[in-house]
């Protein structure tokens, strides 16, 4: 409880210096879509009273996206994500490809550096639904209904940069840090230690709704 009340707090502080700032000409609200692609390296350990082990997990994705900028400093992103999910460290595992649904909230500062080019800070939360995905080898399949307990909640840390192309389109770039803070599917268990985390690069183009 004392993890989640930290970040909570966390986001609470960057949302009061982001609407207490005017060096950046800020707009109301702004909608864009998307396309890009999604890179991320998961790292977990667990220990139980009676097992322990660690692994680590690389994902590669492409993803259709739907963003709001607000008063641009705060972005609300939801992602359609085609997932190729493979064992990279640990015991073996055959891999999957997954079909995810992911809404993040972040606060973000952003800095002008040239008429094209801004850069800003990134915090806030992620939360991840897989809606259906099967092993690689095709021998077992999953519906939503068998994933529902595996919904994620995550801190996501980082920066990014944005590159105007033209008045309507742009570039992106999004570096995170992700750390895991809630699954139901982990609740129930009597965890001596539990981690979830790992670095994320995200690589965007969108439209720019005026």
């Known amino acids: 409880m004392k993890k989640y009340s930290i970040v909570f707090i966390l986001f609470f502080i960057c949302g009061i210096l982001a609407y207490s700032q005017q060096a950046y000409d800020p707009k109301f609200i702004s909608f864009s879509i998307g396309a890009g692609t999604d890179a991320r390296l998961n790292t977990f350990k667990y220990e139980t009273s009676d097992y322990s082990n660690d692994f680590t997990n690389g994902e590669f994705n492409i993803l259709a996206f ?15 994500n085609f997932i190729d999910r493979s064992r990279l460290s640990g015991n073996d595992w055959v891999g999957a490809n997954l079909l995810d649904l992911k809404l ?23 939360y991840d639904m897989t809606l259906s995905g099967n092993t690689k080898d095709s021998s077992y399949e999953w519906k939503r209904e068998d994933l529902k307990d595996s919904d994620t909640l995550i ?56």
């Open 66 to 80: 739907f963003e709001i900028d607000f008063f641009s400093f705060f972005l609300f992103n939801t992602s359609l």
């Open 104 to 126: 993040t909230l972040l606060w973000k500062y952003p800095f002008s550096i040239n008429q094209n080019m801004i850069i800003f800070p990134l915090y806030g939360f992620g």
């Open 155 to 210: 801190a996501k840390f980082g920066g990014g940069l944005d590159y105007t192309v033209s008045e309507n389109t742009k570039f992106s770039l999004k570096i995170f840090y992700n750390v895991f803070l809630f699954s139901k599917q982990y609740a129930d268990i009597d965890y001596i230690n539990y981690s979830q985390q790992g670095p994320n690069i995200i690589l965007g183009i969108s439209y720019i709704f005026k």
